[in-house]
């Protein structure tokens, strides 16, 4: 197998983390916003996590689809390092122990896809054709 080959996939195998990521993170807000798959919080949120729940939703969505995706990337990533460091960090220093490695993650694939693009078949490929 020709492993240089696989440089030419490159574009949709960014496409296929960037609808991953928003998927996952779009169900980071469902659960705190509307209790779907699983409760998560209260009945009421904090104005803060309000805001949060919010970006993931929206943000979520409109990375799944690749629209908006470098300016939104760049938003949701400082939201993830703001989370990270609000509510994981004061637990501790490592991510293992403190529950703080998907904001870890979140953020620096959103920090990569804010410097990428959104890839191949997203709305943002489709308005420069």
């Known amino acids: 197998m020709n492993l240089e080959r696989l440089g030419d996939y490159r574009p949709q195998a960014l496409a296929v983390l960037r609808i991953v990521t928003g998927l996952l993170?779009?169900?980071?807000?469902?659960?705190?916003?509307?209790?779907?798959?699983?409760?998560?919080?209260?009945?009421?949120?904090?104005?803060?996590?309000?805001?949060?729940?919010l970006l993931e939703v929206v943000g979520g969505?409109?990375?799944?689809?690749?629209?908006?995706t470098r300016p939104v990337a760049f938003i949701l990533c400082g939201e993830m390092a703001?989370?990270?460091?609000?509510?994981?960090?004061p637990r501790g220093f490592y991510p293992a122990l403190n529950s703080g490695e998907?904001?870890?993650?979140?953020?620096?694939?959103?920090?990569?896809?804010?410097?990428?693009?959104?890839?191949a078949w997203s709305v943002d490929s489709r308005s420069k054709s």
């Open 25 to 53: 993170f779009l169900e980071h807000g469902t659960m705190k916003l509307f209790g779907f798959p699983a409760g998560q919080g209260g009945d009421s949120l904090p104005p803060l996590l309000l805001v949060a729940s």
């Open 61 to 68: 969505l409109l990375i799944t689809v690749g629209f908006l």
């Open 82 to 89: 703001v989370a990270y460091f609000m509510a994981h960090a």
């Open 102 to 119: 998907a904001a870890i993650l979140f953020c620096f694939i959103f920090l990569y896809l804010f410097f990428a693009g959104a890839g």
